[in-house]
T-cell receptor, first 114, second 115 residues
Framework: NAGVTQTPKFQVLKTGQSMTLQCAQDMNHNSMYWYRQDPGMGLRLIYYSASEGTTDKGEVPNGYNVSRLNKREFSLRLESAAPSQTSVYFC?????????????FGPGTRLTVL | AQSVSQHNHHVILSEAASLELGCNYSYGGTVNLFWYVQYPGQHLQLLLKYFSGDPLVKGIKGFEAEFIKSKFSFNLRKPSVQWSDTAEYFCAVNADTGTASKLTFGTGTRLQVTL
């Protein structure tokens, strides 16, 4: 099993450009998550999907949109990138829809917005 | 809303020294607690977790953590660190909201182990 995979690994954008970060998991997990990691701030939840067909905002959703394409895939879109979105983005998945769960993380996408 | 505090931001230890990293959370109900580790340039990996039962939990690579409910703490320990333990360590809490399973992370502790 590959676990959680993310593409691309690195990306450089200019301010105002758009892009989509892709995430897929092959563990048949129900829930999926997008986080951003910034120095000294830990991981902050952007959006999550408790199950296929549902998405909800996390702590820092502004400037992002998500799509739960199917049970395996959960994409994150930046419509108009800003320098403040320079960060490392991690996708994660967990087995259950609700309740106590551990999360499994992908390798991350390092995004720089100039 | 739940929150997690990691008071040690940067810890430097010599090999073979003992380690204790603090983690406190704020949530009055039942929680699950986790420690994740992030080695340089890599993704987060689970070190250990507490769901219920024995409050002293053992994880991978000789790490352990103790859940003290009365202190809202879940400190990470290792008797003797190795150079390969150099990494960033994150404490996280999962409070069952009944609707979705979300983790709240602390800001992390960077551990540097010197030879």
């Amino acid at each position: 099993n590959a676990g959680v995979t993310q593409t691309p690994k690195f990306q450089v954008l200019k301010t105002g450009q758009s892009m989509t970060l892709q995430c897929a998991q092959d563990m048949n997990h129900n829930s999926m998550y997008w986080y951003r990691q910034d120095p000294g701030m830990g991981l902050r939840l952007i959006y999550y999907s408790a199950s296929e067909g549902t998405t909800d905002k996390g702590e820092v959703p502004n400037g992002y949109n998500v799509s739960r394409l199917n049970k395996r895939e959960f994409s994150l879109r930046l419509e108009s990138a800003a320098p403040s979105q320079t960060s490392v983005y991690f996708c994660a998945s967990s087995p259950r829809t609700a309740g106590y769960n551990e999360q499994f993380f992908g390798p991350g996408t390092r995004l720089t917005v100039l | 809303a739940q929150s997690v505090s990691q008071h040690n931001h940067h810890v430097i230890l010599s090999e073979a020294a003992s380690l204790e990293l603090g983690c406190n959370y704020s949530y009055g109900g039942t929680v699950n607690l986790f420690w994740y580790v992030q080695y340089p340039g890599q993704h987060l990996q689970l070190l250990l977790k507490y769901f219920s039962g024995d409050p002293l939990v053992k994880g991978i690579k000789g790490f352990e953590a103790e859940f003290i409910k009365s202190k809202f703490s879940f400190n990470l320990r290792k008797p003797s660190v190795q150079w390969s333990d150099t990494a960033e360590y994150f404490c996280a809490v999962n409070a069952d909201t009944g609707t979705a399973s979300k983790l709240t992370f602390g800001t992390g502790t960077r551990l540097q182990v010197t030879l």
